[in-house]
T-cell receptor
Framework: DQQVKQNSPSLSVQEGRISILNCDYT??????FLWYKKYPAEGPTFLIS?????DKNEDGRFTVFLNKSAKHLSLHIVPSQPGDSAVYFC???????????FGTGTKLQVIP | NAGVTQTPKFQVLKTGQSMTLQCAQD?????MSWYRQDPGMGLRLIHY???????DQGEVPNGYNVSRSTTEDFPLRLLSAAPSQTSVYFC???????????FGPGTRLTVT
């Protein structure tokens, strides 16, 4: 049972445009959500997070939106840059020391 | 700080062999975890630990053992390797106050 789903395995975007990566979850106990970025042959690195008490969190070019009623979150990258080309993982937990569940990832390609 | 280190980087095993994947962190993090990454499956949690002497199972624990005798180290043992355990393995850690996990560079394991 996949509790965190990323239904788009890949996404191509022109440099300078907006990239929107989507994530859906099924477990209503999740109250903390994170995005990680992964380059080939490296471990994932943390990008941005959001608590369920917020509906938006922004960090530079990256913004995460959370829609609790729809159990949906999205990551916006504006403007997209070639260096953003990577696999992006959505992750969720029910807080504290609870285990973190990851989605299957979306491979983003930013075309120069 | 070295962060999270993993050894070896690459390993080839024959079916039935045993081995231990090493993971160490120097950030004094209480929470440590092991994931495996397979194509189309994302990052799946194998085992995790919330402190020395405390471990618990994740989504895919079968065939793997862990122990946590110190805060720094969290080794993953394969007692009898199977081809289905061919994967890339990532160790991660995080502290009490943070929700962001820090990942190691990964171990690529092939079981023939």
């Amino acid at each position: 049972d996949q509790q965190v789903k990323q239904n788009s395995p890949s996404l191509s975007v022109q440099e300078g445009r907006i990239s929107i990566l989507n994530c859906d979850y099924t477990n209503s106990m999740f109250d903390y959500f994170l995005w990680y970025k992964k380059y080939p042959a490296e471990g994932p690195t943390f990008l941005i997070s959001i608590s369920s008490i917020k509906d938006k969190n922004e960090d530079g070019r990256f913004t995460v939106f959370l829609n609790k009623s729809a159990k949906h979150l999205s990551l916006h990258i504006v403007p997209s840059q070639p260096g953003d080309s990577a696999v992006y993982f959505c992750a969720a937990s029910s807080g504290g020391y609870q285990k973190v569940t990851f989605g299957t990832g979306t491979k983003l390609q930013v075309i120069p | 700080n070295a962060g999270v280190t993993q050894t070896p980087k690459f390993q080839v095993l024959k079916t039935g062999q045993s081995m231990t994947l090493q993971c160490a962190q120097d950030m004094n993090h209480e929470y440590m975890s092991w994931y495996r990454q397979d194509p189309g499956m994302g990052l799946r949690l194998i085992h995790y630990s919330v402190g020395a002497g405390i471990t618990d199972q994740g989504e895919v624990p079968n065939g793997y053992n862990v122990s946590r005798s110190t805060t720094e180290d969290f080794p993953l043992r394969l007692l009898s390797a199977a081809p289905s355990q061919t994967s890339v393995y990532f160790c991660a850690s995080r502290g009490l106050a943070g929700d962001e996990q820090y990942f190691g560079p990964g171990t690529r394991l092939t079981v023939t």
